[in-house]
């Protein structure tokens, strides 16, 4: 896919050192976007989550024994492999920012989508979605709910994205050139050690604009050249060699 570039870059930044995957993010993310609990939640070939944390582990045995733990959203990817294979254009990447959509009325639930991510983040829904009595009550009504049949992902909370510019427009500012901290994810308002960052990576007065050029930042599998908008910081190198995949000699 032609690689697009936006005056808007909107970039998610992880530091998996202050991550101690407690799952607030996950929660958040399921209540803000109306994802029904799964009827078995031990079906993991039909779990349906938009944002997956990860453990890791360096391999050793007590009591040089670390782990780490990485939230996995949608990468947003400049160059999204999801997309030229899409047959129906349900998922597009032509909005500034670049916040790659999905289109539910349009997805024929083809899966192709899904098989092309390269980080496993899109979800089918086999389900209907059904809540516990009165749970129905709590649902956000900035976010539609889908029917089964078609694939799900992270979009970056883009509702909240469009609140951000109506609040510009109303105060006479330009929608576009929000100020940092306007449009905040779920996951990022939810995160008790302040692990996630988030904002315009090509607006220098916001701070993922200088984290994103950290010596220890990284994006997973970045070999392969999706061009991720989700970056990492790790201060510890066992972490950074597992972002992508290396033969066993590999020095590099």
Not at 224 to 245: A, F, H, K, L, T
């Amino acid at each position: 896919m032609q690689h697009i570039e936006f005056d808007t870059k909107w970039t998610m930044v992880v530091d998996l050192d202050k991550c101690t995957g407690c799952g607030a993010c996950m929660v958040s993310c399921q209540a803000e976007n109306n994802i029904a609990p799964m009827e078995d939640g031990s079906n993991k070939l039909k779990t349906l989550t938009w944002l997956l944390v990860y453990e890791l582990n360096n391999g050793k045995d007590f009591p040089e024994r670390e782990t780490a733990y990485l939230p996995r959203p949608c990468m947003q990817c400049g160059k999204p492999a999801c997309v030229p294979v899409c047959p129906v254009v349900a998922t597009t990447k032509d909005e500034e920012g670049g916040i790659v959509s999905q289109i539910y009325p349009r997805c024929i639930g083809c899966r192709y989508c899904m098989a092309a991510c390269p980080y496993h983040a899109r979800y089918f829904g086999w389900l209907d979605p059904v809540w516990p009595e009165g749970m129905d009550k709590a649902l956000s009504p900035s976010t539609s709910t889908r029917p089964r049949g078609v694939v799900e992902k992270c979009n970056f909370c883009h509702t909240r994205l469009l609140n951000a510019r109506t609040r510009a427009r109303a105060e006479g500012m330009d929608p576009k050139n929000l100020p940092d901290g306007w449009y905040k994810p779920a996951c990022l308002e939810a995160c008790p050690t302040g692990a996630i960052s988030f904002g315009d990576s090509k607006n220098p007065e916001h701070k993922v604009h200088d984290l994103i050029k950290d010596k220890n930042a990284f994006r997973l599998l970045e070999s392969i050249g999706m061009d991720p908008q989700v970056y990492y910081i790790s201060r510890r190198d066992w972490v950074r060699e597992q972002s992508d995949n290396h033969l066993p000699n590999d020095k590099h």
